[in-house]
């Protein structure tokens, strides 16, 4: 194995208007493949945080109270600002 075969290849940090949003699994998965083109992503990105981030937005926000609003506004911002947290440090 050569240097450049063992290179670390880190996430770019998601841009600050994107956590706390519907696109950042999107970001994420986009982000994976331009880094590494010849391996499938992680399904979470699409499978899991895509989807529900977008199923919960789309068809539950109008329904919540406004705490209840406020709750699913931060909670989407925390987890997204944990998995930033947890690839890049």
Known sequence: ????????ILPKPAPD??????????FRHEDFLKRFP??????YYM?????YVRKFTDELYGNLSD????????T???????????LLY
């Open 76 to 86: 989407k911002l925390k987890l997204q600002i944990e998995i930033e947290r947890r």
């Open 17 to 26: 208007y994107i956590p706390g949003g519907v696109n950042y699994y999107k």
């Open 38 to 43: 010849e391996k499938d992503p992680p399904l």
């Open 47 to 51: 499978e899991y945080g895509n989807k």
């Open 1 to 8: 194995m050569n240097m450049s075969e063992n290179k670390l």
């Open 67 to 74: 705490k209840g609003k406020l709750w699913m506004e931060k």
